[in-house]
């Protein structure tokens, strides 16, 4: 399974960057362009994703901010300042016949946002040490423990009745873990293994406490339609892996006063993570939720902890 991930992770990492001219800037994955910026004399264009499609991110701002257009899928949402104030316009198209074909349409590409918590937590590595005292030091508020996932490729090799199929894609996944306690992590010596540290300083509350951690995503899913219907939306469930090249990570801790630290660091984070998927689709709404079944940690240098992320995602946009 390692090795299958690390195929799909190396095939997809083939990107390009480059101006077309001075106004111009295109992102591209291969052969498929994935965000364009145009700078023009009055406005900023940019686009995430296939416009012609009906799908992606668009945003337009002119010189003077009186008006910003945002599209997210068929969505558009016009944020006007007019002699009257500020007020916002919201739009729906209609989905076009080639939306409501009876294509394979694979629910990978789109915004995710989820809770994070820890499941399975183990603390054995503290026993008969100092830090042994703190106990479930790392304990989430899961409120404040938030992922949020841009899924900007995917792939469906689907068979001829296009009723179900083999998904994949690529996607960045950006991890808050909010701690309940005031503490922050370290490791020991500025080497060894992770550990918690208090950040209480006197005359200092603590307004918050995090880990943030950044991942290369690519899910290999088998994805099937299901006779249900709501309108012209079909539900659609799938279930499989995703697997997580870590890109990097910090620490931020910051007080009441307004006072903050940030601090990065690789923290043992380990290189690779594999988490089991199930998703459950209905038109343009997914909730999922995905357990991963390698620890946060590298083993032997914190405490063996996999997180749970349970949340809902807007595909197709």
């Known amino acids: 399974m390692k090795r299958l991930f690390t195929l799909i992770l190396c095939s997809l990492i083939i990107t390009s960057i480059w101006a077309q001219s001075t106004d111009t800037t295109k992102v591209k994955v291969g052969k498929k362009n994935v965000v364009t910026v145009v700078d023009g004399d009055d406005q900023v264009h940019v686009v995430v994703g296939n416009k012609d499609e009906g799908r992606g991110v668009e945003v337009i701002t002119d010189d003077w901010g009186d008006t910003t257009h945002v599209r997210v899928g068929r969505r558009t949402f016009k944020v006007i300042e007019g002699n009257n104030g500020t007020y916002v316009k919201y739009e729906k198209e209609d989905k076009s016949n080639k939306w409501r074909s ?10 995710e946002v989820g809770m994070n918590m820890f499941y399975n937590s183990d603390y054995s590595i ?3 040490t100092e830090y042994e005292e703190f106990g479930d030091v790392f304990e989430l508020r899961s409120g404040k423990s938030l992922s949020w996932n841009i899924n900007f490729l995917e792939f469906a090799f689907k068979n001829k009745q296009k009723t179900f199929g083999l998904v994949t894609g690529m996607g960045i996944s950006f991890n808050d873990y909010a701690f309940d306690l005031p503490v922050t992590i370290e490791k020991e010596d500025g080497y060894g293994m992770i550990i918690p540290v208090s950040v209480l300083a006197e005359n200092r509350s603590v307004r918050k ?3 943030h951690v950044c991942y290369l995503t690519a899910p290999l899913m088998f994805e099937l339609k299901t006779p249900l219907r709501m309108g012209s939306s079909r539900l659609s469930l799938s279930a499989g892996a995703v697997g997580s090249l870590y890109l990097g990570s910090h620490t931020k801790f910051r007080y009441w006063d307004g006072a903050k630290v940030k601090q990065k660091g690789r923290y ?15 038109g343009d709404f997914t909730v999922f939720a995905n357990y991963s079944m390698t620890s946060l940690f590298k083993g032997g240098l914190g405490p063996d902890i996999h997180p749970l992320l349970i949340g809902i995602q807007f595909p197709n946009i």
């Open 268 to 282: 043992h984070i380990n290189q690779w993570k594999y988490d089991l998927t199930g998703r459950i689709h209905f």
């Open 126 to 128: 503290y026993q008969g």
């Open 102 to 111: 009876g294509r394979f349409n694979p629910h990978w590409a789109g915004l």
């Open 209 to 211: 406490s995090k880990l």
